[in-house]
């Protein structure tokens, strides 16, 4: 059974500062890797996606992840914090064919301080 | 272009009471599905459709039933709400061939 783990439920950076948010998967098949963000009070908007090709994804607003498969890791960074960068990051996991439901982690919620 | 919208944005409900969430999509998407999202939980699959007159079961199901009689709108019920309940729901939608899900804005339920 697929299942997502997220290191860390808060992480704590200064502006400027390197962005790291850690996800461990569990898969029996190649997984669809994803990070979605969340800002207070609205939904869920995708930051990036590895589906397959290139291990590294670039994402919106200058973040990406490397897909590691020795490791079952897909971490998140972005070399330089932002102040609009706080919310809660969420990493997911698909198997199987398309449409199939997300499975999510627990979220990691990211303070950035000036 | 909407997207996928939520109706109500806010609810709340006394224990025994009943309700329908409404999500709605313009995108023609063929996939429909509900979460609920719980502090500390992340978000947990309720229920979901593959398509019109189609749903299945998530892995939270039990006092929720939904409806998909039209293509564009998933409708979530709670049939005698209950304190455990109180969540923000969160309706997402997929096109057939792609893992890539779009997220309506959320509903707050609190039932007291």
């Known amino acids: 059974a697929q299942s997502v783990t997220q290191l860390g439920s808060h992480v704590s950076v200064s502006e400027g500062a390197l962005v790291l948010l850690r996800c461990n998967y569990s898969?029996?098949?190649?997984?669809?890797l994803f990070w979605y963000v969340q800002y207070p009070n609205q939904g869920l908007q995708l930051l990036l996606k590895?589906?397959?090709?290139?291990?590294l994804v670039k994402g919106i607003n200058g973040f990406e992840a490397e897909f590691k498969k020795s490791e079952t890791s897909f971490h998140l960074t972005k070399p330089s914090a932002h102040m609009s960068d706080a919310a809660e990051y969420f990493c997911?996991?698909?198997?199987?064919?398309?449409?199939?439901?997300?499975?999510f982690g627990k979220g990691t919620t990211l303070s950035v301080s000036s | 272009n909407a997207g996928v919208t939520q109706t109500p944005k806010f609810r709340v409900l006394k224990t025994g009471q009943s309700m329908t969430l409404l999500c709605a999509q313009d995108?023609?998407?063929?996939?429909m599905y509900w979460y609920r999202q719980d502090p500390g939980m992340g978000l947990r699959l309720i229920h979901y459709?593959?398509?019109?007159?189609?749903?299945a079961k998530g892995e939270v199901p039990d006092g929720y039933n939904v409806s998909r009689l039209k293509k564009q709108n998933f409708l979530l019920g709670l049939e005698s709400a209950a304190p455990s309940q109180t969540s923000v729901y969160f309706c997402?939608?997929?096109?057939?061939?792609?893992?890539?899900?779009?997220f309506g804005p959320g509903t707050r339920l609190t039932v007291t």
């Open positions: 898969s029996s098949v190649p997984p669809y």
């Open positions: 590895y589906t397959t090709g290139a291990t």
């Open positions: 997911a996991v698909s198997e199987g064919q398309a449409g199939t439901a997300l499975i």
């Open positions: 995108m023609n998407h063929e996939y």
């Open positions: 997402a939608s997929s096109r057939g061939d792609s893992y890539e899900q779009y």
């Open positions: 459709s593959v398509g019109e007159g189609t749903t």
